[in-house]
């Protein structure tokens, strides 16, 4: 419930963009995708919101083997 409150405040009405890793999905058939709010001050950084999320305390960073693209974003 924590997780998803924080989710909620983060991405209530931003732009979101939805990055596709080196695999489309898991072994599982879920989609991987990276989560980015579009920042409109261009003085700022996009948030990558899957990094937010672990820093934040909400995720944790789970690798896996065929999906490192984005490996040292975390």
Sequence with gaps: ?????????????LPLRLVKDIQGADNYGRLIRYVVVENSDRRADNILVN???IEKGFAKYSPNENNLYQNKLF
């Design 1 to 13: 419930p924590e997780a998803k409150a924080e989710l909620e405040k983060l991405l209530r009405g």
């Design 51 to 53: 990094r937010y999320m």
